[in-house]
């Protein structure tokens, strides 16, 4: 299963996410299927978005257009890092008795 891992600074978390929260459908249409949005405990405006994708090549078609740096911008996104995952494994763990 594809995943992307985006790590980034905003000017604002709120204004971010109501950016965020528009391109649903624009994220959906490119190939977007689930996501995680994270924060680090220290830092409000250090942003996590960790999403599960049909493929890589949808995620870098879209994480990398044009019409998605026009959008990071109006977000406020500084800086953005993004990691490309193809998952090995995945699990859950039981409670420890």
Not at 18 to 30: L, N, P, W
Not at 53 to 82: C, T
């Amino acid at each position: 299963m594809p995943y992307v891992l985006i790590i980034h600074e905003v000017a604002g978390y709120c204004a971010w996410k109501s950016v965020f929260d528009a391109a649903a459908g624009i994220r959906r249409e490119a190939g977007e299927i689930a996501y995680q949005v994270l924060k680090y405990d220290t830092d409000p405006n250090r942003i996590v978005h960790f999403s599960q994708w049909r493929s890589l090549r949808a995620a870098r078609d879209f994480f990398e257009s044009e019409k998605l740096i026009e959008i990071r911008a109006k977000a406020g996104v500084k800086a953005p890092e993004f990691i490309y995952l193809d998952q090995l494994e995945s699990g859950v763990l039981g409670e420890a008795r």
